[in-house]
Every structure is written in structure tokens, then in C-alpha cells.
């Protein structure tokens, strides 16, 4: 598996309820976005899917010695199985930062969205974001 940030767009970016997931305490965190991808509330937490819309989120950085518990972590919260049916997938992508594209992991919803989920509408910015705290 190669060594990667992580893009997050809900209940793990900082100052949301799983901030406190993260096993490294002073990862390199920065603001970046997701194109092709949509944005869908359920409530309790946000499911990202494949789509026509630029997610915004945060770049998560963590330390070597941190990586691996760091993966474990974040594949048990988002029920992330890669033999099995999983709630959520883990996927290679390209973000974009100010300093320009970053290739990271991103946990994409795999089940099926019914009428529970609300589709999110871009900002002014055209960004789609989950803001659930």
C-alpha cells in the first residue's frame, strides 16, 4: 500500500466528532478540494459518491511511524472491507491544494443511496461541503 494522504470531507476533519480518531496528534493538515465526486448528508455523518460537483475538504499528512495505525483506524470507522462488503471504499484520487494536486486515499459510500440521503448544493465558491458538527 502506498503511503499517502488522506482526504476528509466529514466527521473526521478537525473540530468534527472523530477529530479525535487520528492516532498522530500533529499530522500536516490542509484545505483541499475533490472534483468529480457529490456530496450527500445523512444526518449523523456525510457519504461522498462519484459525481458532477468539487468536494471540499481537508489534505491529512500523518507521520511514518503513525501511517499504519492511522489506516487501521480510519478502515474500522468507515467499515472500509477490502475482501468484503464494505460501507464505504477506500480509492487512490487527485486532489487539488494551493500548491497544486496531490494524489491521496478517499473513502467513497458504497451502498445504495436512498431518500434518506440529501443531495448537498454547491457555495457560492461552487464547493460542496458538509459542515455537521
Known amino acids: 500500500m502506498k503511503t499517502l494522504p488522506i482526504f476528509v470531507y466529514g466527521t473526521l476533519k478537525r473540530g ?10 500533529n499530522p500536516i ?6 472534483e468529480h465526486a457529490s456530496l450527500y448528508d445523512y444526518g449523523p455523518y456525510p ?14 499528512s500523518v507521520r511514518k511511524q503513525w501511517y499504519l495505525a492511522t489506516i487501521e483506524a ?7 472491507q477490502p475482501d468484503g462488503d464494505s460501507l464505504y471504499i477506500r480509492r487512490v484520487v487527485t486532489c487539488q491544494t ?4 496531490v ?3 478517499a473513502y467513497f ?15 457560492q465558491n461552487g464547493i460542496v461541503a458538509w459542515s455537521g458538527t
Request: proline letters at 5%.
Open 16 to 25: 468534527e466528532r472523530n477529530q479525535s480518531i487520528w492516532p498522530d496528534r
Open 29 to 34: 493538515v490542509r484545505i483541499a478540494t475533490l
Open 47 to 60: 457519504c461522498m459518491v462519484d459525481g458532477d460537483e468539487v468536494v471540499g475538504g481537508e489534505l491529512w
Open 74 to 80: 480510519l478502515d474500522r470507522l468507515e467499515g472500509y
Open 98 to 101: 494551493a500548491t497544486g494536486n
Open 103 to 105: 494524489e491521496a486515499y
Open 109 to 123: 459510500f458504497n451502498q445504495p443511496l436512498t431518500d434518506e440521503y440529501q443531495k448537498l448544493s454547491p457555495n
